[in-house]
């Protein structure tokens, strides 16, 4: 392959950071072997080396016999070529929904697991807006300022697997959704005055949805239940619940009823505290108004 007569620059692994498979993910090991597997005996059965199928691709020949060995996490794009090349009719293309919960970290995978079956969600923030409440150039913005820096391609599926969790906002039936944010996570405007003012607006837009309530702890509370950090609580249609927080249990997921008490009295707390939802979107008003 040429590009204006000059060969085209085939991908290596230094081009891909971020890619590389976690072996401690069992479940993603897995799926990225079998992937490989597939790959291979297609691109055998076709009678392509792998040289040539890299340049077909726009790979290094060393990327490719990484990927077919499950080593590495092999993009939608180089799916899609592949299927192309190899006359697969669409059966290598159609990987990409699997692989694509590889490309999000485990325990991102597994919080929105959970989020998904659960039928009620607490959350209390305190150094940011919750993931959930984020809009995409906010969440990016926050990644791009994390020291050490996350190379580009982290940033992007960080982002990815944060975005996808939004789905909660959509399932039918809905589950009920609180969330209690800080004041001062409502007044950085990480991203710039544009991006903070979408995310306002965002805010704006999910307090309105019927089960969906966003309020706000004042900064000037003189008593504070908050300070032992996040708390997010999660409750399952079969009755039992798991939490974590920031502050408590070494920040680990616990569902012991004992524990499962502790946070639910600091959240309930919590929103004891804070302004009332109808108070609460006058104050983002406000705060949107001021920007």
Known sequence: MTVDGQPERL???????????????????AVIATVGRQLRLRREAAGVRAPDFGRAVGYG??????????????????????????????LLAAMKEDVAKVWYPRKVRELAKLEAQAVEIGAYECNNIHGLLQTEEHMRALFEVWLPAYPEEEVERMVAARMARRSVFERVPRPTLSFVQEEVTLRRPVGGRAVWRRQLERLLELARSRNVSIQVTPTDNEEHFGTGGAIELLKFPDGTAVGRSSGAFNSRPVSEPKHI??????????RAQALTPRQSRAFIEQLLGET
């Open 11 to 29: 991908r290596t692994e230094a081009d891909e950071p971020g890619w590389e498979v976690d072996p401690d993910d069992e479940w993603g090991v």
């Open 61 to 90: 020949e060393d990327m490719v016999y990484k990927i077919e060995a499950g080593k590495r996490i092999p993009r939608p794009e180089y799916l899609d070529r592949a299927d192309e090349a190899l006359g697969a009719g669409g």
């Open 261 to 270: 008490r502790i946070l639910e009295l600091r959240y309930g707390m919590i």
